[in-house]
C-alpha cells in the first residue's frame, strides 16, 4: 500500500525567508516539521545564464493531501518569480513518527 507521507524540496534565498515559510506551514498544520539546511550550492540555468548561488533548503515532512495547499502558500509568499517545489513519496518511516505526522496535521 502507499504511503500518504511526503518530503517536499523548496530552495530559499535566505535564512530569514526559510524560517518565514517553515513557521507559516507549521502553524497553518500544513506541515509536522520544516528541517531548514543553510548554505547549499545552487548552480542552474535560468534566463540563458548559468547562476551559482548560496541558498537555504526546506525540508517539509507532510501528507500527500496537504500539498496543493503548500503549493499554493510557497508560491504566493515565496520571493522567487519561480521557487523550486518539488515533492517525494516517503516509502518507509518508523511507524511512531509516521504517526507524530499525522496528529501535528490534525485539527484539535
Not at 540555468?45 to 500539498?67: A, F, G, H, P, R
Request: charged residues 20%; glycine residues 2%; proline residues 6%.
Amino acid at each position: 500500500m502507499p504511503s500518504s507521507f511526503q518530503l517536499i524540496l523548496c530552495t530559499c534565498p535566505d535564512k530569514a525567508t526559510a524560517k518565514k515559510l517553515a513557521h507559516l506551514l507549521v502553524s497553518k498544520k500544513l506541515a509536522a516539521c520544516v528541517n531548514i539546511i543553510a548554505g547549499i550550492s545552487s548552480v542552474y540555468s535560468w534566463e540563458d545564464e548559468i547562476e551559482s548561488v548560496t541558498e537555504c533548503l526546506l525540508m517539509i515532512k507532510t501528507s500527500q493531501d496537504n500539498y496543493a495547499a503548500i503549493e499554493t502558500a510557497l508560491f504566493k509568499h515565496h520571493p522567487y518569480e519561480l521557487p523550486e517545489i518539488i515533492a517525494l513519496p516517503i516509502e518507509r518511516g518508523l511507524p511512531e513518527y509516521l504517526d507524530w505526522i499525522t496528529s501535528c496535521l490534525s485539527s484539535k
